[in-house]
């Protein structure tokens, strides 16, 4: 069994910045890749941001050049660090992390963005 547990959603004016954190703990072996999806009122769950264990990342367009992900591979954390927030980006933000296979999530950070 894997466990993730998100921190650091909350409110912020537009233009500001949130970081997300992530923490894995349970039957890891091995993370092949981890990340952050989002979920807007009425809409997808969409990726956010990837990152593989040897640091390759993949961003969405519209979070290009605003977040930056990271990981530390021995304390099997991911985090996200989120500058020039829109409102756009109000959403409830996820962790994923891809293990031997299976997909894995966290219960979800609510993140908002309003003046």
């Known amino acids: 069994q894997v466990q993730l547990v998100e921190s650091g959603g909350g409110l912020v004016q537009p233009g500001g910045s949130l970081r997300l954190s992530c923490a894995a703990s349970?039957?890891?072996?091995?993370?092949?890749?981890m990340g952050w999806y989002r979920q807007a009122p009425g809409k997808q769950r969409e990726l956010v941001t990837t990152?593989?264990?040897?640091?390759?990342?993949n961003y969405a367009d519209s979070v290009k050049g605003r977040f930056t992900i990271s990981r530390d591979n021995a304390k099997n954390t991911v985090s996200l660090q989120m500058n020039s927030l829109k409102p756009e980006d109000t959403a409830v933000y996820y962790c994923?992390?891809?293990?031997?296979?299976?997909?894995?999530w966290g219960q979800g950070t609510q993140v908002t963005v309003s003046s």
């Open positions: 990152i593989t264990s040897g640091g390759g990342t």
């Open positions: 349970g039957s890891i072996f091995s993370i092949n890749r």
């Open positions: 994923n992390v891809l293990i031997l296979g299976y997909d894995y």
